[in-house]
């Protein structure tokens, strides 16, 4: 993050602007439903003032410890192999950002979101909604407590396949700029006919897949897998430019 003094002696922060040849496209036409979304024409960027740089007013008592652990919900423990999904939030300069709610969805240990147009024949878990929330510490680290999604299929070409993934939403310091993207476990055998994976450019692809981590992995109860997330800069975490809601 870069800055600019007015006359008023006002300092105001700029953030740094991503390399376009680094940004996921709006339109990709392997992944057919943004043909039906996407501007047809090139987004402009807009100037970034006052209201764009200066931080959200969310208290942290909205957010409680429960908002992180998807694993127990309605009363009970979810179905699946439990992971800690953990990492850092940092701005272009590599400094950590404190205060940002971390939000996250997901599709169950079936491959099945709890949502009313996912009617795939999957079981739905009483025990899992797949939502969660927290906000990052003075260091910027989040941590959820979840259960590994399954894949599942999604009819946009023949039989096509989601990896397995968690989506992330940050609202940050800039309120009025709400980043979408989805987060990928290492090695998974569907990358390569995936097109909204495949949509990244090839240099930044391997930002949006986590890393195993055995060092906090808990011993007899989950695995862990590190994601750091990256908001501006040469290192900044691809992030879905039109976000419109989908479950995919």
Do not use: C
């Not at 099945?112 to 927290?134: C, S, T």
């Amino acid at each position: 993050m870069t800055g600019t003094t007015s006359p008023s002696g006002l300092h105001l922060p700029r953030y740094l602007r991503e390399d376009v040849s680094l940004r996921t496209p709006v339109a990709f036409p392997d992944y057919r439903s943004t043909g039906l979304r996407a501007p047809l024409r090139t987004p402009v960027d807009l100037p970034q003032r006052l209201t764009e740089v200066t931080g959200p007013v969310l208290g942290e008592e909205r957010v409680t410890a429960q908002d992180g652990d998807l694993t127990w919900r309605n009363g009970g423990e979810a179905v699946g192999q439990r992971i800690l999904v953990y990492g850092r939030v940092l701005d272009s300069d590599g400094r950590p950002v404190p205060d940002a709610l971390v939000e996250v969805w997901q599709a169950n240990a079936a491959g099945r979101y709890r949502h009313v147009v996912d009617n795939w024949p999957a079981p739905l878990d009483p025990h899992f909604d797949g939502l969660g929330r927290v906000v990052t510490d003075s260091l910027g680290r989040y941590e959820f407590m979840t259960i590994k999604p399954g894949a599942y299929p999604w009819g946009n070409h023949h039989n096509a396949w989601r990896p397995a993934h968690i989506h992330f939403s940050l609202f940050g310091r800039a309120f009025t700029q709400r980043l979408v993207t989805q987060m990928y476990f290492p090695g998974d055998p569907l990358f390569g006919q995936d097109p909204i994976y495949n949509a990244i450019p090839d240099a930044a692809r391997h930002r949006a897949v986590s890393r195993y981590s055995l060092e906090r992995t808990q011993d007899n109860w989950a695995l862990a897998f590190e994601w750091d997330i990256v908001l501006r800069g040469s290192d900044q975490t691809p992030f879905e430019t039109d976000d419109d809601g989908d479950v995919a």
